[in-house]
């Protein structure tokens, strides 16, 4: 984050112009990945979490973060979440699997975002199913498929289906975590 922070003082970009790169790398990853090029979808994915957090960086820097611009940042965070778990589709998940992880990602972030400004704190409102779990995730997926896809493509997708069934375990634990902890905020 440091790094970010100083590389933001220097590029001077909109924050907008980040925001297109993130959505763009967030394309590339699943059209990579069916491509057989998960290495480098990694590298995309990478690229595209550094713009993401310079979005974030370049909108506290510049001392008036809008709401406008938070929902445009959510909206893109929630369609790479999107492309990300059509790159497990690409990689040979379950698609059953797929769709029971989307359902729980989406049933998070709706119900963070619905009781988000009724005295929620976000520090106080994280959990294992938060976003940052999910990124490492999808890099674990896309680095064992990457190293494991000479072997053969079956090995890849039962990796990255485990790997898609933890997210979906995590996912679950967290959702329980964010209504224990809106019980207790909320009681």
Do not use: N
């Amino acid at each position: 984050m440091r790094a970010i922070y100083r590389v933001t003082g220097v590029v001077k970009v909109r924050t907008s112009v980040t925001m297109l790169i993130s959505v763009a790398c967030s394309v590339s990853v699943p059209l990579l990945a069916w491509g057989g090029w998960a290495a480098v979808a990694v590298l995309t994915l990478l690229l595209g979490q550094v713009a993401d957090a310079m979005t974030t960086t370049l909108a506290v820097r510049s001392g008036h973060v809008t709401r406008l611009e938070s929902f445009y940042q959510a909206l893109v965070e929630r369609f790479a979440e999107v492309c990300w778990l059509l790159t497990f589709l690409a990689l040979g998940a379950h698609p059953t699997t797929v769709v029971l992880t989307a359902g729980v990602v989406w049933a998070h972030e709706y119900v963070r975002a619905k009781v988000g400004g009724a005295a929620m704190s976000r520090a106080g409102s994280a959990t294992v199913g938060d976003r940052s779990l999910r990124v490492w995730l999808v890099l674990t997926a896309l680095v064992l498929a990457a190293a494991v896809s000479w072997i053969g493509r079956d090995l890849a997708a039962g990796i990255v289906t485990m790997v898609m069934l933890c997210w979906l375990a995590l996912g679950l634990i967290g959702f329980g975590q964010l209504l224990a902890i809106i019980r207790k905020v909320l009681a």
